[in-house]
């Protein structure tokens, strides 16, 4: 005879907590993935799965592999840092498969305008172009290589590359002065525009030619005393040269 | 009874103490970092790279390819209300107001219409955004299944073979990087092109960008060009008094911009 005997009742709770406990793992070995907290409170395979997907843009150097003429021209020109596949679309398929799957090739005016669309908000400098004044209807290509934009025929004036500031400068008060009473642009300028730039006055005086007061030109000028008016600023930092009316 | 083993265990036991101050202090000679980390390639170890983008506001022209080619490598809805990235213009005006509308992928106002509103505006410029792979991110920390979280390499990812589509992601991230997909009802959003990274390709966005103004590689990775762009630049991050120490870095950033 045992001196002890587990109660009833705690052998019945035991027996559910048993179950419980069983179930628990049961369950846990079901729920949680297997590669679950590998890696951290995730599923390490999820990781996998994601460096598995398919690529769908192959990448310049994949281009350039086969079309290394092309790829050379583009490189010389302004469109040095563009990707092949920007303008042609995602080219994988046509990678694997180069006679099958052939890539876009854009025409007309869409794809150009995108870029070089005239919009304010885009960077000072980026070369833009009013789209219904610059040749309208023209497809661009017919001026411009893509792979090479710089047209063969370099434009006369400066209005068409700076057609903004000519149109503001129109309507103003300086209509009549050539860009270059101003700025002085080496030739050079004009086919590589930002390794010679323009010259821009650089002090009072030159203003001063004609707006001083004791200046030699026509006495419908405006006139101001030019060592003092304005105090410690400049001219332009308060009147646009191209449009010296405005605020 | 023999007393043999015991003795043994004792014995083995008191050698391998002995040996233990002599392998800390060689330890500490080497170095432990060296002693872990792996033989081949430091790079293709996922714990030694910090992946990073950096992206110039003054380069942008709000083109828009960095959206189309985004949707278009990671198969994102067409519609213009997903986007993993998108463009911002931004618009200043005289008076102190702020407009900002997503772009999408075209440059949504035409030349016209700008025009219009050229009597307003004080000044005006193109943000990209995108998830900012968030070094202390809000969505993994709000996921109640582990179905979002950080990779060994600072990339944030969604499993969603394993989302439950609660979108409680999407409510807490607080630069509104996430949609939910309907097709499959999880959460989606950018992951850096993850599988093309990993590949040594950049993402998509960075690829075809045809300013440069996004850049693109790995954090304390001095041959990376975003050391360089860290460099020739100061950055900013969105929102940081959030703390949430964003991995996508702005240099030219307008103080408007949140």
Redo the contacts between chains.
């Keep these: 005879m045992r001196i002890w005997k587990i109660p009833d009742q705690v052998v019945r709770l035991a027996i559910l907590f048993i179950v419980a406990i069983v179930a628990l793992v049961v369950v846990r070995q079901k729920l949680i ?1 297997e590669s ?1 907290g590998e ?5 390490a395979e ?2 996998t ?9 192959a ?2 150097q994949a281009c350039v592999e086969c079309h290394e003429d092309t790829g050379e021209i583009k490189a010389a020109s302004y ?1 040095r ?3 092949c ?2 303008c042609h ?2 080219a994988a398929d046509h990678v694997e498969d180069p006679t099958e799957v052939l890539p876009l090739v854009p025409g007309g005016r869409a794809a150009c305008i ?2 070089h ?7 000072t400098g ?1 070369p833009q172009v ?3 004044l610059h040749n309208p209807m023209e497809p661009c290509m017919s001026c411009h290589d893509p792979h090479d934009p710089t047209p063969p025929e370099v434009p006369e004036s400066c209005s068409a590359c700076h057609g903004a500031i000519a149109r503001t400068k129109s309507v103003s008060h300086h209509w009549s002065l050539d860009c270059e009473t101003c700025h002085e642009a080496l030739p050079e300028h004009r086919e590589s525009p930002r390794a010679f730039l323009p010259s821009k006055p650089s002090g009072r005086e030159f203003c001063g030619q004609c707006h001083a007061a004791d200046a030699t030109s026509s006495s419908e000028i405006p006139r101001v005393e030019i060592a003092t008016h304005g105090g410690r600023y400049l001219c332009w930092q308060c009147h646009y040269p191209h449009f010296p009316e405005s605020r | 009874m023999s007393l043999e083993p015991k003795t043994e265990k004792r014995r083995g036991f008191l050698a391998r103490l002995m040996k233990l101050p002599a392998a800390a202090a060689l330890v500490s000679l080497i170095g432990p970092e060296k002693l872990l980390a792996d033989s081949e390639g430091e790079s293709s170890n996922p714990d030694e790279r910090l992946y990073a983008m950096g992206i110039q506001v ?8 960095c959206v189309d ?1 985004c949707k ?3 198969d994102v809805l067409r519609e213009p209300f997903f986007f993993r990235t998108w463009v911002e ?3 200043i005006h005289h008076d102190g107001e702020v407009t900002v509308e997503s772009i999408g992928s ?2 949504g ?1 035409s ?1 016209l219409e ?2 219009e509103e ?1 009597a307003l ?1 004080l000044r ?3 943000v990209p955004k995108l998830c900012n792979h968030c070094d202390n991110p809000p969505c993994v920390q709000v996921c109640p299944v ?7 390499d600072g990339v944030i ?1 969604v ?1 969603s ?2 989302c439950i589509g609660c979108r409680y992601c999407i409510q807490a991230c607080p630069y509104g990087a996430r949609y939910l997909d309907p097709r499959t009802k999880t959460a989606d959003k950018c ?1 850096f092109c ?3 990274i ?2 040594g ?2 993402p ?1 966005c960075v ?6 103004a996004r850049v693109f590689g790995e954090l304390g990775t001095r041959s990376s060009p975003l050391h360089r762009m860290k460099r020739m630049n100061s950055l900013q991050v969105l929102k940081p008094s959030l703390n949430t120490e964003p991995k996508v870095f702005y240099s030219s950033l307008d103080g408007e911009v949140r």
């Design positions: 993935p679950f890696l951290g409170h995730y599923r999820a990781v799965i994601a460096t598995e997907l398919p690529i769908h843009y990448g310049l469109h840092s563009l990707t596949e920007g679309g995602p995108r870029c669309g005239y919009r304010p908000s885009r960077p980026f009013i789209e219904n | 003054d380069k942008c022209i709000g083109c828009g390819m080619a278009a490598e990671n213009r931004y618009e075209g440059t106002v030349a700008e025009e050229e505006r005006s410029f193109f582990g179905a979002t979280f950080k990779t060994q990812l499993d073979d394993y992951t993850y599988h093309r990993t590949k390709l950049l998509a690829e075809v960008c045809p300013t440069q």
